[in-house]
């Protein structure tokens, strides 16, 4: 008989013995009935000892646990079982890890048996053990962050208190000095010094504002019906104009109807827009505040200063907390007050917008009124009848 020629290709033998994989046939008892060489070579075993040798007893302790409660039943109920990492026990007692799948093969019990292919798995376990551990590194870096944010919010809140209670001393004593009456410089200096204690009282406050922010709390509201907005906002306009006496204020209030808002909050951002104009409007030209509100209880509040326009880069993060420009004067400040006001605005539902050009910067508040609760109630059955 003659000997086929040779194509050069390789025998399904050698596809079979020198796969990149290995690959076992076990019988119906879970005994190696057949094994091919690169499994052996993997194990550092000869093809005689696995030969008989059950499967299982090349597998550690859990292996062997995984093998009979998950690997086997699994393979028993769907006929497959695929990617499953064991760790294999190679002939010198090192581990080998692996990935193996496995098909169960015949439908009658003497004719079953399970064929298995073996993967090399030792890339995808240090990947996923160097994954875990990145992700265990990130989680506590994470929370060692929200814990030092934590205290360092905290102690900025409890610093914020102490410091008000010796300047709350200070302003007393200066008040107290004041009606004693004193030379005209001693009035200018108590001047001065009274300018900076408010002005010292305004930067608590918004770094205390920050803080409860940061922390969870939010800007706190105490929201009322008020008809009293033209005179507390003049009673701000009056004591930025007794600090800043050499700038003028115009003012414009067209406050007919009453507004819902937290009146304090409302200073409070209408004196952070006004010095912030002051400190960054021209010198020689005045600072300009309108407030209306309409019938339905709107309020629009318009701060308005001449001078150098914003730059565009610094627009975009104007409302940011810590963010100050390079303008005369704002070194002087935290960075805080523009931040602190438009969230002031954000609490109350409204907006805060800024519009820088032509030597013309204006700050608007703009807050909806509520709408009226009896027309709400009218309307509502209205919309959902048949």
Known sequence: MQTPPSTGLPTTEDLFEDAPCGYLVLDRDGKIAKVNRTFCKWLAYSRDALLGQRFSSLLSVSGRISYETHFIPLLQLQGFSHEI???????????????????????????????????????????ERDLVEARE??????????????????????????????????????????????TERGARILGLMDGSIQRMFGLIDNVLDFARARLGDGIGLTRCVTEQLPSILTQVVEELSTTHPDRVIDVEFDLKAPVDCDPSRIAQLVSNLLGNAITHGAENRPVSITAVSSAAGDLTVMVSNEGPSIPHDAMERLFEPFVRGASRGYSEGLGLGLHIASEIAKAHGGTLTVSSSGGLTRFTLHLPGRPDPEINEADEPRAHRP
């Open 85 to 127: 990492s064991f760790d294999l026990l190679a002939a010198d007692g090192g581990r080998f890890a692996a990935s193996m799948s496995a098909q169960l093969h015949g439908i009658a019990e003497l004719e079953a048996s399970i064929r298995i292919t073996v993967f090399p798995a030792l890339q995808r376990r240090r990947y």
């Open 137 to 182: 590194a990130s989680e506590a870096a994470r929370l060692t962050e929200l814990e030092t944010g934590k205290l360092r919010e905290e102690f900025v809140a409890v610093l914020g208190h102490d410091l008000r209670n010796p300047l709350a001393a200070l302003s007393a004593g200066v008040r107290a000095l004041s009606r004693e009456g004193s």
